[in-house]
């Protein structure tokens, strides 16, 4: 059974800082493409960040939040993370996990957590 669970969304001010975490089943973890999705209030979901899998050696990130936000990995506890540094408002929603081994990361992610939200106040 394949899980992806989500930690680390909350409230900040703009300017603030956040770390999503995102713990995987071990089976998958190190060979799985991995990403973070978000989705505002209506909105459709959007792709924000992705690392590759073995090492996460590729990694690739929206327009938006390039130089503000890092996507990373660690092999030996299973979690993937998404630094977010100066958070602006547009930043607020609810921010998903995904996991894919077919090169679909970006598109159509195999599998998803359950989502953490993150409110970011002017």
């Known amino acids: 059974q394949v899980q992806l669970v989500e930690s680390g969304g909350g409230f900040v001010q703009a300017g603030g800082s956040l770390r999503l975490s995102c713990a995987a089943s071990?089976?998958?973890?190190?060979?799985?493409?991995m990403g973070w999705f978000r989705q505002a209030p209506g909105k459709e979901r959007e792709f924000v960040a992705a690392t590759s899998g073995w090492n996460g050696g590729r990694t690739s990130y929206i327009d938006s939040v390039k130089d503000r936000f890092t996507i990373s990995r660690d092999s030996v506890k299973n979690t993937m993370y998404l630094q977010m540094n100066s958070l602006k408002p547009e930043d607020t929603a609810v921010y998903y996990c995904?996991?894919?081994?077919?090169?679909?990361?970006?598109?159509?992610?195999?599998?998803w957590g359950q989502g953490t939200q993150v409110t970011v106040s002017s």
């Open positions: 995904a996991a894919d081994n077919r090169g679909l990361i970006r598109y159509a992610p195999q599998y």
């Open positions: 071990g089976r998958i973890f190190s060979s799985y493409d």
